[in-house]
Nanobody
């Protein structure tokens, strides 16, 4: 069982920055496993924002590439998402999720409760 708790969301003006963090449950390290950030806005489908494999390879959605950076701190059991140059269309509930395979090819089986990000124009 993996427990994930997100933090760091909030309200910011367009062009601003936020840093999201996800803490894994005690005794269960963030790595080695694939982790990711997903988001969902009202009325829209869940969207994969960024993922990072157990060996540190990151992938990004086209819409956030160059603005967001995902990182995993295995020593602190945390997953982070640095978000810069935020746009109103980045507004959504952001979820930290854990994949069953180290390479991200398995199921996104575990999810945190989410943290809200709101970007105003």
């Amino acid at each position: 069982q993996v427990q994930l708790v997100e933090s760091g969301g909030g309200s910011v003006q367009a062009g601003g920055s936020l840093r999201l963090s996800c803490a894994a449950s005690t005794g269960d390290t963030v790595g080695p496993r694939c982790m990711g950030w997903f988001r969902q806005a009202p009325g829209k489908e869940r969207e994969e924002v960024a993922t990072i494999t157990a060996d540190g390879r990151a992938t990004y959605a086209h819409s956030v590439k160059g603005r967001f950076t995902i990182s995993a701190d295995n020593a602190k059991n945390t997953l982070n998402l640095e978000m810069n140059s935020l746009k109103p269309e980045d507004s959504a509930m952001y979820y930290c999720e854990s994949n069953t395979w180290p390479s991200c090819g398995g199921l996104w089986l575990y999810r945190g409760q989410g943290t809200q990000v709101t970007v105003s124009s």
